[in-house]
């Protein structure tokens, strides 16, 4: 079994307290599919606003932890870990059903497969379940860009608009 602790996660996301939500990686496969959980505890910070009363872990931030599991497993794909110039960027998120609240003490687990990579797009299979029951499903698309070729396009895209 390929694992990871927090810390080798760290090494592959620039995510933080709070918005780091993968707290381990259980199994991975080059190329193929990773399995990890987040484990979810009643002091996030989302919970204080998301219900009072009623907490339920938001449902972008589910989406977020599959986005970042799905990004773990592309750099681990590639066999390189990202520098501080590497972002990766959402390009779609499609066909997201949730089927369960997630709640304190639940243990998010979620799976993510590559269905294919063309000219830099990465397209995922993913879904999250808590004690086997399914709460979130989705397709993700994402593609990696260097800060200095975001900035680049950002330029261009003023200057386009500018003219």
Known sequence: MNTLDINQIKQYLPHRYPLLLVDRVLDWESGKSITAIKNVTINEEFFNGHFPGKPVMPG???????????????????????????IVYFLGIDG?????????????????????????????????????????????????????????????AVETTTV
């Open 96 to 156: 997201v059903r949730f089927k369960r609240p997630v709640e304190p003490g639940d243990q998010l687990k979620m799976e993510v497969e590559i269905t294919r990579v063309a000219r830099g797009i990465w397209k995922y299979k993913a879904k999250a379940t808590v004690d086997g029951q399914l709460a979130v499903e989705a397709e993700l698309m994402c593609t990696m860009r260097t800060v200095n070729d975001v900035a680049v396009a950002e330029t261009a």
């Open 60 to 86: 972008v931030l589910m989406v977020e932890a599959m986005a970042q599991t799905a990004a773990i497993l592309s750099f681990l794909t590639m066999g390189k870990k990202p520098d501080e110039n590497t």
